[in-house]
């Protein structure tokens, strides 16, 4: 996952040295969200990953991490910017669907999966995932799993295909051992593509070709370095998989929330923002929170340059 001319060393080093400018300095603002069911597509995102999709009066909430920490231990690790704790998984509507992309702590959190287990009719996720939720409470019916290339239908008018991803898989002393996926949703109206954590290569063409055009690609933008540009893109490189898979928008998440590298916390989203202007890739920007839908008002405001 690093580059050969990068050393142990050289990451534990910068770790170490961190970044003054990693959290933000006031609190992230939210919106009041509308959890209403719809028949139109609509988004709100909760920060980081986590994000509660409602299409064709279907609710299906992605990579749900609610806990002040994305971390084995909650006594320990990064914890969550200040204000962005104004959602409670008890403040979620009951859910249809729980997807989660692979077992990585900041997408995949114990005390949030407890809470969503009698409110969740159907959990879909990689190879090998379900059995945390096995282990975890869970009823193994209602999980589905999926290889790249699968799909599912868990309901009418909603279809899931697993696609490849650049990335790796674990939790404490186990790695690679469960799949990590980005998928593919097929609704009645539209067709999304859920990015998931993802280094840039050839596979955005490839799924850009294969089920593309989307109206909207939700991509992962945060959390990299160039010590680690396997595993997670730059911002530059987010753009341009977004023209790779023939998206009309795109939305970049995996920042707003937690401090997991060394870079500002809000450069993802300024160096996203400058790219997709000079190669004209319509970006949305929503706050934590806010409810948007893709036949209404966008949301294009620059709300982190108030902080």
Not at 197 to 226: M, R, V, W
Not at 278 to 287: F, I, S
């Amino acid at each position: 996952t690093k580059p050969d001319d990068v050393t142990y060393w050289m990451m534990i080093e910068a770790m170490l040295k961190g970044n003054k400018n990693g959290s933000p300095q006031g609190l992230i603002p939210h919106q009041k969200p509308d959890f209403s069911r719809s028949t139109d597509f609509k988004l709100t995102w909760f920060g980081h990953s986590s994000y509660l999709i409602q299409v064709d009066q279907i609710n299906i909430l992605v990579d749900p991490v609610f806990n002040e920490r994305p971390s084995p231990f909650q006594f320990i690790g990064t914890k969550q910017f200040a204000g962005t704790n104004f959602i409670a998984v008890n403040d979620l509507p009951d859910l249809d669907i729980v997807l989660i992309s692979h077992d990585h702590y900041d997408h995949l959190e114990y005390d949030t999966i407890l809470k969503l287990k009698d409110k969740t009719k159907v959990f879909i996720t990689s190879i090998g995932v379900g059995a945390h939720l096995v282990h975890w409470g869970i009823d193994e019916q209602k999980i589905t799993e999926l290889n790249w290339g699968e799909q599912a239908s868990p309901m009418a008018n909603i279809k899931f295909t697993a696609a490849p991803a650049r990335h790796f898989s674990g939790r404490l002393f186990k790695r690679n051992q469960t799949l990590w996926s980005s998928f593919v949703l097929q609704t009645s109206k539209n067709k999304i593509y859920l990015g998931a954590d993802s280094g840039y290569d050839a596979h955005f063409k490839t799924i850009g070709k294969e089920h593309g055009p989307f109206d909207l690609a939700i991509l992962e933008c945060g959390q990299y370095n160039t010590m680690w540009p396997y595993i997670h893109m730059l911002p530059e490189q987010v753009v341009q998989a977004c023209l790779d898979l023939n998206a009309k928008y795109l939305l970049p998440v995996h920042w707003g929330k937690y401090k997991l590298a060394l870079h500002d916390w809000d450069e993802p989203i300024k160096k996203v923002v400058t790219k997709a202007e000079e190669l004209n890739v319509d970006l949305l920007t929503p706050q934590l929170g806010e409810t948007f839908t893709l036949n209404d008002t966008l949301p294009k405001t620059k709300w982190w340059l108030n902080l």
